[in-house]
């Protein structure tokens, strides 16, 4: 093991030593796994992006504040110029739907800053056929851009159910199709649907959660925040490379804390 994979290991330890202990129908609900969760699943066509009021507002901003700061990924620009921000936000917010920073979306929740997305999203390094798991659905604003690569299939999992619900709601009448909802505790991942080839997670957990990177493809990636709340938080990303988890730390960043029993209980699962 070279020097570089030794502290990446060491570096491992530390970071999983918390983990021991468009129609107009209404989303499928139907049970799920052991973990006592709901599945809401969109079924429709991706829509073609209209010209409307907010189209120069949304190209300025991939121009400005995503393309400027090294975003180079041709498929995810094209993705961040097409989703309609605007309509993943509460009406009070219109007005900064393209500004450069989180908007709140209730029950303690944000949507996140659009040059984070569009970060995050390219450095999940997706290519066609690749299955994607999200931790925290929030408004859909994410699994949405990741639905406009069109050629991933999106399994998003979202722990408060009025987001979960409006969310699949939202999708479903935008008309993004391979993007499956779940309303559950994201710590657990998605056992059902494993393996993935990447996971992205908004939310920050104080630890890498083990049941994610039992989930993960070989040659897979995990982006994710990790950092205690109101800490300081950094980016990660972590690639398993030869069977080995090899870890990658990109700075600073801050998201709202990962919630849910699983934080606390560990990599044990909840009783059925």
């Given at each position: 093991?070279?020097?570089?994979?030794?502290?990446?290991?060491?570096?491992?330890?530390?970071?999983?030593?918390?983990?021991?202990?468009?129609?107009?129908?209404?989303?499928?609900?139907?049970?799920?796994?052991?973990?006592?969760?709901?599945?809401?699943?969109?079924?429709?066509?991706?829509?073609?992006?209209?010209?409307?009021?907010?189209?120069?507002?949304?190209?300025?901003?991939?121009?400005?504040?995503?393309?400027?700061?090294?975003?180079?990924?041709?498929?995810?620009?094209?993705?961040?110029?097409?989703?309609?921000?605007?309509?993943?936000?509460?009406?009070?917010?219109?007005?900064?739907?393209?500004?450069?920073?989180?908007?709140?979306i209730g029950y303690g929740q944000t949507i996140s800053q659009p040059y984070i997305v569009a970060w995050m999203t390219e450095l999940l390094e997706l290519e066609a056929g690749d299955r994607v798991l999200e931790i925290g659905t929030g408004s859909g604003y994410q699994a949405a851009v990741l639905a406009e690569l069109g050629t991933v299939?999106?399994?998003?999992?979202?722990?408060?159910?009025?987001?979960?619900?409006?969310?699949?709601?939202?999708?479903?009448?935008?008309?993004?199709?391979?993007?499956?909802?779940?309303?559950?505790?994201?710590?657990?991942?998605?056992?059902?649907?494993?393996?993935?080839?990447?996971?992205?997670?908004?939310?920050?957990?104080?630890?890498?959660?083990?049941?994610?990177?039992?989930?993960?493809?070989?040659?897979?990636?995990?982006?994710?925040?990790?950092?205690?709340?109101?800490?300081?938080?950094?980016?990660?990303?972590?690639?398993?490379?030869?069977?080995?988890?090899?870890?990658?730390?990109?700075?600073?960043?801050?998201?709202?804390?990962?919630?849910?029993?699983?934080?606390?209980?560990?990599?044990?699962?909840?009783?059925?």
């Open positions: 093991m070279n020097l570089t994979k030794l502290q990446s290991f060491a570096l491992l330890v530390f970071l999983l030593a918390g983990c021991a202990g468009k129609a107009p129908a209404q989303p499928t609900i139907t049970p799920a796994s052991p973990v006592k969760t709901q599945i809401l699943q969109t079924t429709s066509v991706v829509p073609t992006s209209s010209p409307g009021p907010y189209l120069g507002h949304r190209l300025r901003m991939v121009e400005e504040t995503i393309v400027d700061r090294g975003v180079a990924d041709e498929d995810v620009l094209r993705a961040m110029r097409t989703v309609p921000r605007h309509l993943f936000v509460p009406q009070q917010y219109l007005a900064q739907a393209y500004d450069d920073h989180p908007l709140p299939d999106i399994y998003s999992i979202e722990i408060i159910p009025e987001l979960a619900q409006s969310a699949a709601q939202r999708l479903m009448d935008l008309g993004y199709t391979d993007v499956h909802v779940r309303q559950g505790d994201g710590y657990y991942g998605w056992a059902e649907a494993a393996p993935f080839d990447a996971i992205i997670v908004t939310a920050a957990p104080d630890h890498l959660p083990a049941p994610l990177v039992s989930q993960l493809a070989e040659g897979g990636s995990i982006v994710i925040p990790i950092g205690p709340p109101g800490g300081y938080q950094s980016l990660w990303r972590f690639v398993i490379e030869d069977n080995e988890l090899v870890a990658y730390n990109l700075g600073g960043v801050s998201f709202v804390p990962f919630t849910g029993g699983g934080i606390q209980q560990g990599d044990q699962m909840p009783a059925p």
